[in-house]
């Protein structure tokens, strides 16, 4: 009579060991993946104050300041850029073999972009579009087939960083483009 009151104990208790274990380990997997998150946010952080400040650097208004003025904003620039390189941020992501393969091909393919992008800039906007709609669930126009199936054998983490570094290559090819027309606007 006492082992049945004990095994009817044990099956009423809220949680066995075992759950209660599983249980933290699925809190703590939940804020592993918020400090990833935020590590990712601060890196992107990161790259915008990187973009800011070269922006800065190339602004055409530097020419027009006196050489003093230039001289205490070229020492802030290079103190602020070298800051922020100091700041060093790694996920690392963890790939099987077949995901580390998909990214290189597409590290390669994106390599070749990039290469196509400087040597000219505004040819490239449809392939750079593209490659980019290939990395929507929804693609919001034609997409590049060959580069969306070596993309999905990635990881989800890779694909985020290649759809944002996509975008980052958009920006430049538009930003390029409107520069091209106000000077031809300009010069007309």
Same mark, same amino acid.
């Given at each position: 009579?006492?082992?049945?009151?004990?095994?009817?104990?044990?099956?009423?208790?809220?949680?066995?060991?075992?759950?209660?274990? %599983? !249980?933290?380990?699925?809190?703590? &997997?939940?804020?592993?993946?918020?400090? #990833?998150?935020?590590? $990712?946010? /601060?890196?992107? *952080?990161?790259?915008?104050?990187?973009?800011?400040?070269?922006?800065?650097?190339?602004?055409?208004?530097?020419?027009? %300041? !006196?050489?003093?003025?230039?001289? &205490?904003?070229?020492?802030?620039?290079? #103190?602020?850029?070298? $800051?922020? /390189?100091?700041? *060093?941020?790694?996920?690392?992501?963890?790939?099987?073999?077949?995901?580390?393969?998909?990214?290189?091909?597409?590290?390669?393919?994106?390599?070749?972009?990039?290469?196509?992008?400087?040597?000219?800039?505004?040819?490239?906007?449809?392939?750079?579009?593209?490659?980019?709609?290939?990395?929507?669930?929804?693609?919001?126009?034609?997409?590049?087939?060959?580069?969306?199936?070596?993309?999905?054998?990635?990881?989800?983490?890779?694909?985020?960083?290649?759809?944002?570094?996509?975008?980052?290559?958009?920006?430049?090819?538009?930003?390029?483009?409107?520069?091209?027309?106000?000077?031809?606007?300009?010069?007309?």
């Amino acid at each position: 009579m006492a082992d049945m009151e004990e095994d009817k104990a044990a099956t009423e208790s809220p949680l066995s060991n075992g759950e209660r274990l %599983v !249980s933290m380990l699925d809190h703590i &997997e939940k804020r592993v993946e918020t400090l #990833r998150d935020h590590a $990712r946010v /601060l890196d992107e *952080e990161k790259d915008v104050l990187l973009g800011l400040l070269h922006s800065v650097q190339s602004n055409k208004d530097i020419d027009s %300041v !006196s050489p003093g003025e230039r001289e &205490e904003i070229g020492i802030t620039f290079e #103190r602020l850029l070298s $800051r922020c /390189l100091s700041v *060093e941020i790694n996920i690392s992501t963890i790939r099987n073999e077949q995901q580390q393969q998909a990214l290189d091909k597409t590290n390669q393919m994106l390599r070749e972009l990039s290469l196509k992008v400087h040597n000219n800039v505004l040819g490239c906007k449809e392939l750079v579009q593209l490659y980019l709609n290939a990395c929507l669930s929804e693609a919001t126009g034609p997409f590049d087939q060959n580069f969306q199936k070596v993309l999905l054998e990635c990881t989800g983490d890779d694909q985020k960083k290649i759809r944002k570094r996509l975008q980052d290559y958009l920006q430049v090819v538009e930003t390029s483009e409107c520069e091209l027309q106000t000077n031809s606007l300009l010069v007309d």
